[in-house]
């Protein structure tokens, strides 16, 4: 499962569909999250049908290996954490639960300490194995550890915070919000250290960053995408030890207008050479972008591709697959033959 190095060329996209990674047994509900295992090989689904499944992929057979019940929650999100070894489900409820995946017990954490939220359906995890960041209300995101699920630390950017991610190397933490602005934060010093608005953006809806360090991308409520590189939008190398700075006048290296409804997904692949972006609010509303080149993809998805309305992306960690969740509880999965 290592991360195919090879450079990928702009313009047409060699993809394959395969049978779909959960054919073994659809979901009876929208997809909420599919997410695949760092082993490259498990691929998780959940939804509103309060279930976890997951299922062995191997393009051919994708076995479905387990189900688990989770009796008082719809989930809106998982996501694996604590490298691998755990499952995190969450929804519009105080509480939240944690999946051991090696002995198969199931943790419920009642609440977060000092907080009244009364919905814990969006966070994020770093990939350092730390943090969880839970997208609080009043701007608030709650910040946990990933092990004992604790609370640290709250951060408050102004307006609601919408969308979360952390960089590569955990460092720093990007959110996004209803007031069109993108806060980086120090996750040492846990304070803002830049905020800059995120171009031609009135509502913040989604925010990724890439695996190399060099970009973060954001999707709004008007279907827009940008991308910023990482050294001329964030303060970072910028001289900003003095205290936070802010900036209107940072210009993205690249906006996309594919699409003319909100962006709920903004995906990377791991090797950074692939993003793609999706509206759930529109049908077959996705598009895929060679990263190098800042272009879209002409040749996919085509106007037969079954995508119907993406409610979850996620490519494999060696970047062999991308897998697409949809409101009929089918999880598509295309192989990418480069």
């Given at each position: 499962n290592k991360i195919r190095s090879k450079n990928i060329p702009q313009g047409l996209l060699e993809v394959v569909r395969v049978k779909d990674a959960n054919a073994d047994?659809?979901?009876?509900?929208?997809?909420?999250?599919?997410?695949?295992?760092?082993?490259?090989?498990?691929?998780?689904?959940?939804g509103l049908d309060k279930m976890i499944r997951l299922y062995q992929i191997d393009g051919v057979k994708n076995t479905k290996v387990q189900g688990i019940s989770i009796d008082d929650l719809p989930?809106?999100?998982?996501?694996?954490?604590?490298?691998?070894?755990?499952?995190?489900?969450?929804?519009?409820?105080?509480?939240?639960?944690?999946?051991?995946?090696?002995h198969g017990a199931v943790t419920k954490i009642p609440y977060i300490k000092g907080r009244d939220e009364k919905s814990l359906e969006k966070f994020c995890v770093s990939k350092d194995n730390q943090y969880l960041a839970f997208l609080?209300?009043?701007?608030n995101v709650l910040l946990c550890q990933q092990s004992s699920k604790q609370w640290i630390s709250n951060l408050k950017m102004n307006g609601n915070v919408h969308a979360a991610s952390f960089s590569p190397d955990s460092q720093l933490l990007y959110t996004h919000?209803?007031?069109?602005?993108?806060?980086?934060?120090?996750?040492?010093?846990r304070r803002c250290m830049f905020v800059h608005n995120d171009d031609g953006c009135i509502h913040g809806t989604a925010i990724a960053t890439d695996n190399a360090g060099r970009y973060y991308a954001t999707g709004s409520d008007s279907g827009a995408v940008n991308i910023y590189n990482v050294n001329g939008s964030s303060g970072i190398g910028g001289g900003l030890a003095g205290g936070i700075g802010s900036s209107s006048s940072v210009k993205p290296v690249k906006s996309f207008m594919n699409i003319t409804t909100p962006i709920d997904h903004v995906v990377f692949n791991p090797d950074s050479q692939l993003m793609l972006f999706a509206s759930q609010r529109k049908k077959d509303a996705l598009r895929m972008i060679h990263v190098p080149s800042l272009t879209t993809f002409y040749n996919w998805p085509t106007s037969s591709s079954p995508l119907h309305y993406v409610t979850s992306c996620d490519f494999s960690p060696s970047g062999g697959y991308v897998a697409i969740g949809n409101d009929r509880g089918r999880v598509l999965l295309y192989r990418l033959n480069h």
């Open positions: 047994e659809y979901s009876q509900c929208v997809i909420q999250s599919c997410r695949f295992h760092h082993n490259g090989q498990l691929l998780m689904t959940a989930i809106h999100q998982a996501e694996f954490c604590n490298n691998g070894s755990e499952i995190l489900v969450s929804g519009r409820r105080k509480y939240f639960y944690s999946y051991d995946l090696v609080g209300k009043d701007g919000g209803d007031l069109g602005d993108i806060y980086t934060w120090d996750m040492r010093m």
